[in-house]
């Protein structure tokens, strides 16, 4: 499958590795140009290419890059034929984003990011810490396997983001539209909480939409107590227990 990737960030990266290895035809595309992309990121078989020449002739284009950036490459998905899968793989974190009305006002986040790119999406890998996305893949079948969440309006979206979610070494789970896609937002039981996909669908109900917020800001003031930058991760371990201990 032609695969474009804007964005090689924590996720971005670790996406482009994955699926190149899979055997998938992979390339990858920065804001800063194409010999700016680290070759480790290529070590796999995907290929530095321009942002327009990654969207161009896709099966499917993953965004990787902040939501606030979102509508930076709007005109560019313009572009892009209705039929192609476009997947968000962002979160609303507005100390990173700056405050955005609409979502402050509870608009879902993926109906936002709908509404700015004119283009269908599908939201999927947004709710993995990007340590448990390189590390805690595992065949097909294996126990405990680990699932993702996806949210998408269209079937063919669907079944596509599902498939490549299982070549990156997971289960996938559908939570549903987009309109119900909030369930897998920071602050949702089901949000970088590492789950099977049985213990998933346990639990992805259980999410309150009104406190979600105030919970997503909790965590960001324990894990900048703990870090150095805005820019820097979380120890992995520390990041699952939080998460789990304040969304579940």
């Known amino acids: 499958m032609k695969i474009g990737i804007i964005g090689v960030g924590h996720i971005g990266k670790t996406l482009a590795l994955k699926l190149a290895e899979a055997g ?46 979102l509508p930076e490459i709007a005109q560019l998905i313009a572009e892009v034929p209705e039929e192609t899968t476009v997947i968000d793989t962002s979160n609303y974190y507005p100390g990173r984003d700056s405050k955005i009305d609409g979502i402050e006002a509870g608009q879902v986040e993926s109906l936002w990011v709908t509404e700015q790119l004119g283009h269908p999406i599908v939201k999927a890998w947004n709710a993995i810490g990007s340590d448990s996305l390189v590390k805690n893949g595992n065949p097909a079948g294996s ?9 998408s309006d269209r079937e063919a979206d669907q079944t596509i983001a599902m498939q490549l979610i299982q070549d990156t070494g997971f289960d996938a789970f559908y939570t549903g539209s987009l309109a119900d896609s909030w ?57 699952l227990r939080l998460s789990r201990a304040l969304y579940i």
Do not use: W
């Open 24 to 69: 998938h035809d992979v390339v990858v595309a920065n804001s800063r140009g194409p010999e700016n992309i680290d070759v480790n990121v290529l070590s796999t078989g995907a290929k530095a290419v321009s942002i327009q020449q990654a969207l161009q002739d896709k099966a499917v284009i993953i965004l990787s890059i902040p939501l606030n950036r």
């Open 183 to 239: 369930r897998q937002q920071p602050g949702a039981p089901i949000y970088c909480t590492d789950l099977t996909r049985d213990e998933m669908a346990t639990l992805v109900n259980t999410a309150e939409k009104e406190r979600l917020p105030a919970r997503r800001d909790i965590a960001v003031t324990a894990i900048m107590e703990r870090v150095s930058s805005p820019t820097t991760n979380p120890d992995a371990d520390f990041g």
């Open 143 to 151: 126990p405990g396997r680990i699932a993702i969440p996806i949210a």
